[in-house]
């Protein structure tokens, strides 16, 4: 049983561009969290997400940011227009249930020039 | 409100001495606290989770934390380092046993190296 994957591994973009950052959860797992790490900084939830649904996302930006966990296929983090700030590693994680054990990715890290 | 602090970024030990990672935390409720663990490009993995049952958290890879109440610490440690332990470990506090994923509050990590 593959664990969580994401990808890509390192993403860099310029001011202005989309970044679209991949997550597969666990074979099993319909629970999928995202998190970021700022510089210096601790893992921050960011967006809760089940099958087809946005369960939390208070802890993600009002703007430019949004996720999806489609019926098929990895869930999706997108940012629009990325500035130097959004510069972080982004991690997923999935889990079978809610308040259930989880499982992480290694994290993608975008670097904005 | 809750947070966590860990008090070393970095900390080197040579192999087979003692490793101490420190965390102190600040909680409104009876915390959940846990200890995360990431090798190189590899997840975070669950070292050990304290949840209000015994103070003296054993894990795994012969790493133990030990929760104390009136230090509002819990520091990570393992008598003898192995080369395989360098990684950066989080140290993370949950308001509730249940340790809801959205509200973990996670420290900004220690990087260890362990020194042939």
């Known amino acids: 049983n593959a664990g969580v994957m994401q990808n890509p591994r390192h993403l860099v973009r310029r001011r202005g561009q989309e970044a679209r950052l991949r997550c597969s959860p666990m074979?099993?797992?319909?629970?999928v969290y995202w998190y970021r790490q700022l510089p210096e900084e601790g893992l921050k939830f960011m967006v809760y997400?089940?099958?087809?649904?946005?369960?939390?996302e208070s802890g993600m930006p009002k703007e430019r940011f949004s996720a999806e966990f489609p019926k098929e296929g990895p869930s999706i983090l997108r940012i629009q227009q990325v500035v130097r700030g959004d510069s972080a590693a982004y991690f997923c994680?999935?889990?079978?249930?809610?308040?259930?054990?989880?499982?992480f990715g290694s994290g993608t890290q975008l670097s904005v020039l | 409100a809750q947070s966590v602090t860990q008090l070393d970024s970095h900390v080197s030990v040579s192999e087979g001495t003692p490793v101490l990672l420190r965390c102190n935390y600040s909680?409104?409720?009876?915390?959940?606290l846990f200890w995360y663990v990431q090798h190189p490009n590899k997840g975070l993995q669950l070292l050990l989770k304290?949840?209000?049952?015994?103070?003296l958290v054993k894990g795994i890879n012969g790493f133990e934390a030990e929760f104390k109440k009136s230090e509002t610490s819990f520091h990570l440690t393992k008598p003898s380092a192995h080369m395989s332990d360098a990684a950066e470990y989080f140290c993370?506090?949950?308001?509730?046993?249940?340790?809801?994923?959205?509200?973990?509050?996670f420290g900004s990590g220690t990087q260890l190296t362990v020194l042939p």
């Open positions: 994680a999935s889990s079978p249930g809610n308040n259930e054990k989880l499982f």
């Open positions: 074979k099993g797992h319909s629970h």
């Open positions: 997400l089940q099958k087809e649904n946005i369960i939390d």
């Open positions: 909680s409104s409720y009876s915390p959940s």
């Open positions: 304290y949840t209000s049952a015994a103070t």
């Open positions: 993370v506090v949950s308001p509730e046993p249940s340790g809801s994923a959205r509200q973990l509050t």
